[in-house]
């Protein structure tokens, strides 16, 4: 059962991170065959650590790297899928000599709230954008979407489920979300039922082993956030299931690592799935219950290409991602004024510029340059 409710939790992060690198470039079928195949793997390791979780695609690094990266910045997703491979290989090699924790600890202290947080706003924005409720407009930045779209009612009936449910089952919300949105789309025919609903997975030799390390040097900062984050993200779940951190950072490591070398995108331990893992009798059996299911998905591709050109239907799912990331936001500490300043400002930022990586480094440097200057006036 374990193993059953794990992958239907991660099973919307695949159908909505699939959606997400085919928006960035990449051929369809094989980012579908290649981000399961990552998470099976992931998966497998998680087993071989003897951990009752499932290792899936972040949607929240994911839409970064799409988003800011290859839509907003230019990058090709061949130069995308290399950072979440370095940055997997950092956090290997980092964890052997027990680097990771001494990092988090010369890092500024409001680090730790201020990357979910942003990476929760950046994800309702984009959500909101996918769902036709924030649309351009010729006198404002931005404008609201006309109620009379039947698209934008998908979107805030499916939105409104999904808050419903954050507030009570945070764990179920993004599924209730995607049900009700393809119940609509399919009740309102834009949506139809493939002629068969299973084939061999195709088109993995187009995206596998695709890499380009060409803009590798302008992406370390980039590759810096996802290392935060896949580190960040280990230690939470550690901490949640009270388990050995370099389990779950292997598992984040290796993860990402295979991740970019198959175009899967950053790979991860889903933290919904650490509520069904916390204690469990038999974690190695759980996780290997999990990767059978994911290799069964596999053949699963018609229904998935069916929905791949209404990404409305997955617009409230990453709405309530980024709401989830925000509703374990710590409060800044009140007792240092330059830590929320720096905090409020990239809080702003990161939405208006489109970059997470330009928002925190635009935090970091005021928070260094706000130190250095209250440094002199004591002195």
């Known amino acids: 059962m374990t193993g059953l409710i794990n992958f239907t939790l991660i099973l919307i992060n695949i159908m909505v991170v699939t959606i997400m690198w ?11 065959t290649a981000v399961v195949l990552s998470s099976l793997v992931g998966t497998l390791v998680a087993a071989y650590y003897r951990l009752a979780v499932a290792v899936a695609p972040g949607i929240v690094i994911n839409s970064y790297l799409c988003y800011d990266l290859v839509i907003c910045q230019g990058f090709t997703w061949q130069e995308a899928m290399a950072v979440p491979m370095v940055a997997g290989l950092l956090v290997l090699l980092l964890r052997h000599r027990n680097c990771c924790q001494k990092i988090l600890e010369a890092l500024p202290p409001y680090l730790g709230a201020i990357i979910p947080a942003s990476m929760g ?48 089952h945070k764990e179920k919300g993004m599924a209730v979300g995607l049900l009700v949105a393809v119940a609509m789309a399919l009740i309102n025919g834009l949506v139809t039922l493939p002629e068969y609903l299973f084939s061999v997975p195709e088109g993995f030799t187009d ?9 590798i040097f302008e992406l370390i900062c980039s590759v810096a956030v996802v290392f935060l984050i896949l580190v960040f993200d280990g230690l939470a779940v550690a901490g949640a299931m009270k388990e050995n951190e370099g389990r779950l950072l292997a598992a984040n490591g290796l993860g990402s690592l295979v991740g970019g070398l198959l175009a899967g995108g950053a790979m991860s331990v889903a933290e919904v799935s650490a509520a069904c893992g916390s204690g469990n009798r038999n974690p190695a059996k759980s996780a290997g219950v999990t990767a059978i299911l994911l290799f069964l998905l596999l053949f699963c591709g018609p229904m998935m290409m069916e929905l791949k050109d209404y990404p409305v239907i997955f617009a409230a799912s990453v709405i309530g991602a ?12 009140i007792n240092d004024n330059i830590s929320v300043l720096a905090g409020v400002f990239t809080l702003m930022l990161v939405p208006l510029w489109g970059s997470l990586t330009a928002g925190i480094g635009f935090g970091l440097l005021l928070y260094g340059l706000l130190k250095l200057v209250n440094r002199c006036f004591k002195r």
């Open 322 to 333: 980024g709401c989830s990331l925000l509703l374990d936001l710590k409060f800044l500490p």
């Open 22 to 32: 085919q928006k960035a470039g990449v051929p369809f079928n094989g980012a579908y």
């Open 121 to 168: 706003i950046f994800l309702i924005y984009n959500g909101l954008i996918m769902g036709r409720l924030v649309i351009g407009d010729p006198f404002h930045v931005t404008g609201m979407g006309s109620l009379y779209d039947p698209l934008v009612i998908i979107t805030l009936v499916s939105f409104l489920a999904v808050m419903l449910f954050l507030s009570h």
């Open 207 to 215: 995206t596998a082993f695709q890499l380009n390390f060409s803009g």
